[in-house]
């Protein structure tokens, strides 16, 4: 170091200038080799590494800034360096990669102004070639405010690169993104740089137990992104199974993984012996060496999940410390790999329960159109919201949404049983708050607070909102556990929120257990119900009035005649928040009903004489409908044997109902009785009992639902 201290006047930047003398030697080359723009790189065969040459990796750059932070002056002639285009007159923020721009400019105003320094920050530089090269960054002020800044860079770039590589490929659960993560970072150590994944890690499948000879690699991500020679492999391609079963065997040499340098393209050629293998692996025509470092799974025995490549030309090979520094970043960033495996299986698994659960398509008497969305564009949040709508046995048709708290396998698992449970329910023929009951009691009894926490869900605070559409009657039993109120949009364009009073969602132990309610409104044919989970509607920007709002005028404007997927798109896109932070899930059903000739009812005393004067009403119809005589003969027994049991073993007046459909006709037969009809043994010597035998027999199916005053029995014969 100098004893002599430096002049009062010199600038920051003569004094960075002149410490450059200490780490370049005369002539601006650093000794020991030659280098480029990715750092230093000897000649010849590989060589173990010199410490002069350590020392110099180390290296100090100067940029004089002015006022207006362009470039005066620079001494950046160090080979690491090499690329960066710091003439003078060009901005400084040329220099930095677009995010970075605001942030540096904050600080070297805030140099300019307060006039103290901002030292050893860790900061990216842009190569013109769009590399970028890791720094150490320190703003210095000049003596003078007028004479601008200086800023002094340290390109530590292995120890440094080693860290900012890691901490950027943990950033995403997706493999695609982090094999490329990993190749961008690699490509510090070479000119082309390439991450081949076993197919079964691609895929998301479990690799462990499985032999090793059967891997079959493909290409995950390649860097530089530019054109490639014809039969290169790029992205997506699988390597030929000659190159996979070679480069895992060689990686793989004495059962453990170990990374192999092979020198150039003859060796390359030697060691594939075949011309279309070389032509696929090999960048380009002109000699290369490669590193192949093994992605390992640390298992029992390793478990190999790809292999990650670095190509260099032939005369720069690879120094001892480059492949320490190699193995290092792959070493420490394969769990990342694993752990992007691991979160496709489950992503994979997640949706294709969620598909199930979405309803396919409406009936005769309901259309239906349903829009799920997850947080993140990769879908990687898809968890415990879900729609269902499905016709049930005795005309009508259940539309159900519901929301578990959380995201991942475990909510998406509790989400498939509460709506599975609440499908079984309501074909049963339980009503709907009935139903909610049972999935009260269910996510109380099965939900483990602390493992589905740590797990990141809860089954405890569900929501879930059940509506009945009744075809024949038009309107809609609804009941709600928490969830948002449902918006009814009439046949003449009016719009809004079901007035439906608040309740604790499912398992809500902190609350006053209350019975769930039951709404019943109006939905004349031409009606749009809209029913959907709170990620629509909840924008931190409005309140959740305003949100469901929105919503509601978005609905109200669907014209009849629009298809109605293309419409449950369109309120998507119009109202969700544009900084998504929940699923957003819309289920649409336009009501259609059925027509006033389609269905007859008839409200009978409970009398000896009711059998025969239903057969009458029924017959009548039947001929008007010209039913085949057959069928007409089976409607009519039907209908006299159910008749005959309301009148046997019920109170009160007995209801008639017939309802033509287009593929049978389906006959209700309600009374005041709780008693649940079941099929029994027909005894030969016996006087009765063989009512319902008869009715099993005469139809396609038939069952039972409960109403407030009594019971209704249905069955369906087909036409």
């Known amino acids: 170091m100098d004893s002599t201290p430096p002049p009062s006047s010199s600038s920051a930047f003569d004094l960075v200038s002149r410490a450059l003398g200490r780490y370049i030697p005369r002539g601006g080359a650093a000794t020991g080799g030659s280098a480029d723009a990715r ?30 932070l362009n470039i005066t002056r620079c001494n950046l002639d160090a080979p690491v360096f090499r690329g960066l285009e710091a003439g003078a007159g060009k901005p400084f923020v040329d220099l930095l990669p677009p995010g970075d721009v ?14 103290e320094a901002h030292v050893a920050r860790i900061q990216r530089l842009r190569r013109g070639d769009g590399s970028e090269l890791v720094v150490s960054m320190s703003i210095l002020p000049s003596a003078l405010p007028e004479d601008g800044l200086t800023v002094s860079v340290i390109a530590m770039a292995r120890r440094l690169h080693l860290y900012a590589a890691e901490t950027a490929i943990g950033t ?38 499985k032999g ?44 453990v993984p170990q990374t192999i340098v092979v020198p150039d393209r003859e060796a390359v050629e030697r060691v594939f012996g075949s011309p279309r293998v070389a032509r696929a692996l090999v960048p380009s025509d002109r000699s290369a060496g490669v590193a192949c470092i093994p992605l390992v799974l640390d298992a029992t025995p390793p478990v190999v999940l790809g292999v990650a490549e670095v190509w260099r030309r032939a005369d720069c090979p690879f120094r001892d410390s480059e492949l320490f520094d190699l193995q290092e970043l792959v070493a420490r960033t394969a769990h990342h790999v694993d752990l992007a495996r691991q979160h496709q299986r489950e992503h994979t698994q997640v949706l294709a329960l969620q598909r199930r659960l979405l309803p396919r398509t409406g009936g005769a008497t309901v259309e239906i159109a349903s829009v799920y969305q997850p947080a993140t564009p990769d879908s990687a949040g898809v968890g415990g919201d879900w729609v269902n709508s499905f016709p049930l046995p005795d005309g009508r048709t259940a539309l159900v949404v519901g929301d578990v708290v ?66 024949v009657r038009h309107d809609v039993a609804l009941s709600s556990a928490g969830h948002l109120p449902p918006v009814l949009v009439s046949p003449d364009g009016r719009a ?45 920007a409005l309140s959740i009035d305003e949100g469901i709002g929105r919503l509601a005028g978005a609905v109200a404007v669907v014209h009849p005649w629009d298809a109605l997927q293309q ?51 029924v017959s009548a119809l039947l001929r008007q409908w010209r039913t085949r005589d057959d069928t007409r003969y089976s409607m009519m027994l039907l209908v006299s044997e159910l008749v005959t049991n309301a009148v046997r073993y019920a109170a009160g007046p007995v209801t008639v109902r017939l309802i033509r459909s287009g593929h049978g006709l389906l006959c209700e037969v309600g009374d005041t009785g709780n008693g649940r009809p079941r099929v029994r043994r027909v005894d030969l010597l016996a006087d009765g009992g063989r009512g319902l035998s008869i009715v099993h027999r005469l139809t396609t199916r038939w069952g039972v639902r409960w109403t407030d005053t009594g019971k209704v029995v249905w069955a369906e014969v087909a036409r």
Not at 102 to 115: A, C, F, I, M, Y
Not at 190 to 205: I, M, N
Not at 510 to 529: H, K, Q
Request: proline residues 7%.
């Open 39 to 68: 750092g230093d790189r000897s000649t010849g065969a590989r060589v173990p590494d010199d410490p002069a040459a350590s020392r110099q990796e180390q290296i100090l750059g100067a940029v004089n800034l002015d006022t207006d």
């Open 102 to 115: 605001p942030t540096v400019t904050r600080r070297l105003r805030q140099v300019l102004e307060s006039g």
């Open 406 to 471: 959380g995201h991942g396998l475990g909510a998406a698992a509790t989400m498939g049983q509460l709506s599975m449970e609440a499908r079984a329910l309501l074909s049963a023929g339980l009503a709907p708050d009935e139903v909610l009951e049972h999935l009260d009691e269910t996510v109380s009894m099965l939900d483990d607070a602390d493992s589905g926490l740590a797990a990141g869900y809860s089954a405890l605070g569900s929501t879930c909102c059940i509506a009945l559409y009744d075809p």
């Open 172 to 209: 995403s659960l997706d493999i695609g993104e982090t094999a490329q993560s990993l190749a961008e970072s690699l490509l510090a150590w070479g000119d082309v740089a390439a991450v081949d994944l076993d197919f079964a890690v691609w895929t998301g499948e479990g690799v462990s137990g």
């Open 212 to 255: 090793q000879g059967r891997i079959r690699l493909r290409r995950a991500a390649l860097v530089p992104d530019r054109a490639w020679p014809e039969g290169y492999l790029t992205p997506g391609d699988d390597l030929p199974g000659d190159a996979s079963r070679l480069l895992t065997q060689a990686v793989l040499r004495d059962d």
């Open 567 to 617: 419409a449950a798109r369109h309120i998507v896109s119009t109202v969700a928040p544009a900084r998504q932070r929940d699923d957003v899930t819309l289920l649409l059903a336009r009501m259609i009903g059925y027509r006033k000739e389609d269905t007859a009812t008839w409200r009978l005393p409970a009398r000896s004489d009711a059998p025969a004067c239903a057969r009458a009403q």
């Open 496 to 540: 809004g929120p079901l007035p439906v009073r608040p309740h604790p969602g499912l398992g809500a132990e902190f609350a006053l257990r209350e019975p769930f309610d039951v709404y019943t409104f109006a939905a004349p044919p031409g009606s749009l119900l809209a029913l959907y989970t709170d990620g629509l509607v909840e924008d931190p």
